[in-house]
């Protein structure tokens, strides 16, 4: 067994921080947390002397076959990408233990999740949608993907009118995914201000009702409000990005924030990948709309998650978890609730809290040690010293010095 003592638990539930604590680590799994815990003489030990204990962060929205470089743009699989190796390692070296993946190349991701999940290759934990549903000539693949044949033809299912959208959803089901994504949007920033095709909301209604047929969660990609209240009215269990650069459907009305307090959904507003995108030329900035937007939510008491779109250019992995933390503060979260939302807010959001995303006794050992307090400056979130995933060490620039 393994003791981290003298911690300042930041425990991802929200509540308040505890000095003083002892964690427990036996195998993958924490079985003591508290303060008047006997420690063995001959236990292995690790006196934190106060520095911050919390529970892994986790990436809510990432494409592993994706690139955060220009030098690789679009989407790959697995063997193409070495494993997704760089990105990966990426996410562990920020304290990244668990990323949703919405949308890379199938059945390559489900099968490497599986193998990482087993433990036999080192990585973050992984959901994954495996492909998404997108409306045929439509966003993104015939837009930022440029109608790739490659991606349209591994990391998406297109739909038209003749499609039997339930036998579509249940080949995802049967594959293996996590959960059902598909997308609300006719944005098409690449030829803006032109509009690229639709699913129509008949469309959306069979998807939403076939995913949760078979026990799936549905994510939702959005690119403005009036999208983000077509999901709402589906039945969206999380809803993907707010305002996106190229969108143009920017009023928050009384009716949607009421919809989306009133109804279990979540918004992973990604504000890093639009605020590092909102520089296109020829097409307005939005990100300040943005952030009044979220500050609404987070003063509305709107459930939010933590995810990022990396796997797109200009959103680093792992690090941008960061980002969109200080970015959730700059909107009106305390840095508790940005860290309880990246932690044990989003494993809700998964479905995944009764195995990780706090530090309890039963939970995963997914753990990080911070060198410097976030509740003081949530930029030292930054500040990783160890990470653990399943109990294991992967990140140590703490025993090491």
Same mark, same amino acid.
């Given at each position: ?231 709402? $009215? #589906?039945? !969206?269990? &999380? ?6 650069? @190229? ?5 928050? %009305?009384? /009716? ?81 609730? $940005? #860290?309880? !939302?990246? &932690? ?6 998964? @479905? ?5 995303? %706090?530090? /309890? ?41």
């Amino acid at each position: 067994m393994l003791y981290f003592k003298n911690a300042f638990l930041v425990d991802g539930t929200g509540q308040n921080p505890q000095e003083g604590i002892t964690v427990v680590v036996q195998g993958k799994t924490i079985v003591q947390v508290g303060r008047d815990i006997s420690i063995p003489e001959d236990a292995q030990v690790i006196d934190l002397k106060g520095k911050p204990l919390l529970p892994g962060f986790s990436d809510a929205h990432t494409h592993l076959g994706g690139s955060d470089s220009l030098d690789r743009p679009g989407l790959s699989g697995r063997f193409a990408s070495y494993d997704y190796a760089q990105n990966r390692e990426a996410a562990l070296e920020w304290g990244v233990t668990a990323v949703r993946s919405a949308g890379d190349f199938t059945p390559e991701i489900l099968e490497f999740r599986d193998e990482v999940n087993e433990g036999k290759i080192r990585s973050p934990r992984i959901l994954a949608c495996g492909r998404f549903i997108q409306a045929q000539n439509g966003h993104p693949g015939c837009t930022v993907f440029s109608a790739d044949q490659n991606i349209l033809d591994n990391a998406m299912v297109l739909v038209n009118e003749q499609t039997d959208i339930e036998t579509e959803v249940k080949k995802l089901v049967d594959a293996g995914v996590d959960l059902i994504k598909t997308v609300i949007s006719d944005d098409n920033k690449m030829d803006y201000p032109n509009s690229a095709p639709r699913l129509s909301n008949e469309q959306l209604r069979r998807i939403a009702d076939a995913a949760h047929k078979y026990g799936k969660r549905l994510m939702v990609h959005v690119d403005d409000l009036k999208d983000m209240a077509d999901a709402v $009215a #589906i039945g !969206a269990d &999380t809803i993907e990005h707010t305002i996106d650069v @190229g969108s143009s459907n920017h009023e928050l %009305t009384d /009716e949607l924030l009421k919809a989306l307090t009133s109804r279990d959904v979540w918004v992973v507003p990604s504000m890093i990948a639009t605020k590092n995108h909102d520089v296109m030329p020829g097409i307005p900035p939005v990100y300040a709309i943005l952030e009044e937007v979220v500050r609404e939510f987070v003063q509305a008491g709107v459930k939010i998650g933590v995810g990022c779109d990396s796997g797109i250019p200009f959103v680093p992995y792992g690090e941008c978890v960061h980002l969109e933390m200080e970015l959730l503060t700059h909107a009106g979260m305390s840095p508790l609730a $940005a #860290i309880t !939302a990246a &932690t044990g807010g989003n494993a809700k959001m998964f @479905g995944q809290e009764h195995i990780f995303g %706090t530090v /309890e006794p039963g939970k995963a050992a997914d753990l990080v040690v911070l060198g410097s307090n976030p509740l003081q400056d949530i930029k030292n979130t930054r500040d990783i010293k160890m990470v653990l995933r399943d109990g294991r060490i992967m990140v140590d620039k703490l025993l090491s010095n």
